[in-house]
């Protein structure tokens, strides 16, 4: 036989009141009875019986409803964690939980240093407990709140390929730093016609260390003096650099730069984008995910972009974690990637025994005196004033 919800109702009515003062015995014999009549598990008939008996019903008053309890554990997370998460996260440029979670005390404490967040003890100490998978749980709504796609303008340079060895494996000392891998990243909008502004992208592979520069053109003159620049703003010695087959570096010009300077310089094989893998997620990470892809064009936005450089090589090598692929194991058709724990090149650095102590603390010295939210409030105030300086694609600037 079939019990209607308005049975239930009524028995639950009756039983409720008899049931909460009874005995364990007693109570077990109840739930039997109504578990019986109604066919619920005895788990909810409990839960259904347990509920506040309401009070008599007044004359001219309202139906009493109880409050709905809230069913299982309190939330740990409170509004203030999730608040303070949110700012960490917003200012590392939205990271995922994995590259995040293992920089989260040294953000917090940085945060803190210049006074950018007031927050109790255990809210510090929830935050640098959290785990990845929790952190993409409580933000995965933020993320969901923030594709692109360019054009290729790497073109051949047929001179002196003979002379500029492909890349091997056993050519370099990886795990030293000083090896830079570079590349050019276009900003020519939707049309790769007339001239237009590019950035140089160089990304130390041992430690991650990138450096970014602008340059008015693919002239190897600019391109040269470009990587003078990354040069000089490097913490430790180039020693070698590693190229695509375009003709802004496959040229005269920087073959000898690099031989006067005893800089040794390889390119990849043409056509294999991953001989470049480092650079090349740079390319994304540093750049087009900053700038975009706009066309530029003069002289005015290249000074305005190197100065966006000049912060950002702050923000990326000082406070914005990565992760190193250290294994890659193919079973079938599935390859299973290894990554190691998410660092920033400066702690990558601090870390290394082969570093000269000196080296160290100006480091150390610079990155006290850095607060990463005033960094990343100049960047995007800088990106907003270049934004007015972005030219419309090259068709429709010059259609006839």
């Known amino acids: 036989m079939r019990v209607t919800m308005k049975t239930r109702k009524e028995i639950t009515k009756v039983t ?47 139906q009493f409803v109880a409050p709905k309890e809230a069913r299982g554990r309190r939330p740990i997370y409170t509004d203030e964690v999730l608040a303070t998460l949110r700012k960490a996260w917003a200012v590392l440029d939205c990271p995922c939980g994995k590259r995040l979670v293992p920089v989260m ?50 073109k ?13 494996f056993a050519d370099w000392n990886e795990g030293y730093p000083g090896f830079l891998e570079v590349d ?15 950035s140089l992208d160089a990304t130390d592979i041992a430690t991650g260390w990138t450096e970014t520069r602008a340059v008015i053109n693919k002239a190897a003159v600019h391109t040269k003096e470009a990587i003078e620049a990354v040069r000089r703003d490097l913490p430790f010695p180039l020693l070698g650099i590693d190229s695509d087959n375009g003709s802004e570096f496959i040229n005269d010009i920087l073959f000898r730069y690099c031989k006067d300077n005893r800089i040794t310089f390889t390119r990849s094989r043409p056509n294999k984008k991953n001989d470049c ?15 975009g892809y706009d066309r530029y064009e003069g002289q005015g936005a290249v000074d305005l972009l190197n100065q966006v450089y000049d ?77 007015r300086l972005a030219k419309r694609p090259w068709k429709e600037a010059h259609r006839w």
Not at 34 to 59: D, M
Not at 144 to 151: I, T
Not at 277 to 291: A, D, F, P, Q, T
């Open 184 to 198: 050019l990243v276009a900003h020519c909008g939707t049309s790769a016609r007339g001239e237009y502004i590019n």
């Open 156 to 168: 051949p340079g047929p001179l002196l390929r003979s002379r500029i060895p492909v890349r091997t």
């Open 16 to 62: 409720r009141q008899r049931y909460q003062k009874a005995s364990r015995k007693e109570k077990s014999k109840i739930l039997d009875e109504v578990c019986e009549i109604t066919g619920w598990h005895r788990k909810h008939a409990t839960r259904v019986l347990n509920k506040p008996v309401p009070p008599p019903k007044k004359q001219g008053s309202k």
């Open 311 to 387: 912060r950002l090589r702050l923000f990326t090598n000082f406070f914005s974690p990565q992760q190193k692929l250290i294994e890659k194991v193919r079973d079938g058709a599935k390859v299973r990637k290894r990554y190691d724990t998410a660092k920033t090149p400066y702690r990558r650095i601090m870390e290394d025994d082969g570093f000269a102590p000196d080296v160290k603390k100006a480091l150390e010295r610079q990155y006290l005196s850095l607060n990463p939210v005033t960094i990343r409030k100049e960047i995007l105030a800088l990106v907003q004033e270049l934004r």
């Open 277 to 291: 893998c480092y650079v090349e997620g740079k390319n994304w990470h540093v750049v087009r995910k900053l700038i």
């Open 105 to 154: 005390e040294e953000t917090l404490d940085a945060l803190l240093r210049f006074g950018e967040i007031g927050i109790e003890a255990n809210t510090y100490d929830l935050l640098c407990r959290i785990s990845p998978a929790t952190c993409d749980r409580l933000l995965a709504h933020d993320r969901k709140k923030v594709s692109l796609k360019g054009r290729p303008t790497t």
